[in-house]
């Protein structure tokens, strides 16, 4: 999209709110944090000048704060654009989090009984792991009555991208206390591996929760 001499940030947030911040061009996203802080006018300014002078985004790291002093005319402006950058510097820089490593089904079967247990509703939670099995994050992804149909495949992996999982253990309880998979267990599994190969993401497991125990679709061999 080629911003006009009006900055439509209105029109770029709708964009984001449908199809995530990662849809738009480095004009765009300069151009909406931009917004944050000028009229559309001086956004559309703004962004032609920086990009006139700079390759990509990546110069922005490199700006002082007479840089920004200079394209704001404004200190507190160019002040409050210095620590944004800083911070995204920082969270680049920072190594990821990493929660613990899976080592067999059974460790993580036992980890995500004192989670699933108590609930009383079926809750659907994953877990991410790298390529050396260690978990970078775990989320609840769903709550309600779980069967193929109701959990789309896109919650998941959509999770597993933006984490950049190697592979994904999945989970989720019977109220029952009965862990004993269902028909729909299997389907959903069987939905989840075909997804997972072709967008490169292992389903590593299928683990379901009853009272005080589990039953893995991996240790089954039905994965």
């Not at 984490?163 to 999945?170: C, L, P």
């Not at 009965?178 to 967008?199: F, H, I, Y």
Request: hydrophobic share 35%.
């Amino acid at each position: 999209m080629t911003l006009t001499n009006q900055f439509r940030a209105d029109y770029l947030e709708k964009q984001v709110k449908r199809y995530g911040a990662t849809q738009l061009s480095d004009r765009e996203l300069f151009g909406l944090l931009l917004s944050q802080f000028c009229s559309p006018r001086k956004v559309s300014q703004l962004t032609d000048q920086f990009f006139t002078e700079n390759f990509d985004l990546t110069h922005i790291s490199y700006l002082t704060a007479t840089d920004w002093e200079r394209y704001f005319s404004n200190q507190t402006k160019a002040v409050k654009m210095q620590v944004v950058c800083e911070f995204v510097k920082r969270c680049r820089q920072r190594p990821p989090l990493v929660l613990g490593q899976v080592g067999s089904s059974q460790m993580i079967g036992n980890h995500l009984i004192e989670k699933l247990k108590f609930n009383r509703q079926e809750v659907l939670y994953g877990v991410l792991l790298d390529t050396k099995n260690q978990i970078i994050h775990e989320k609840e992804i769903f709550k309600g009555t779980l069967d193929s149909a109701t959990v789309h495949p896109r919650e998941i992996f959509q999770l597993a991208i933006q984490f950049t999982a190697a592979r994904v253990i999945i989970a989720h309880n019977h109220p029952s206390g009965k862990p004993e998979p269902s028909k729909n267990d299997q389907l959903l599994t069987d939905r989840l591996v075909k997804c997972g190969e072709l967008l490169g993401i292992e389903l590593l497991d299928h683990i379901i929760i009853g009272k005080n125990n589990y039953f893995s679709f991996r240790e089954a061999q039905l994965i």
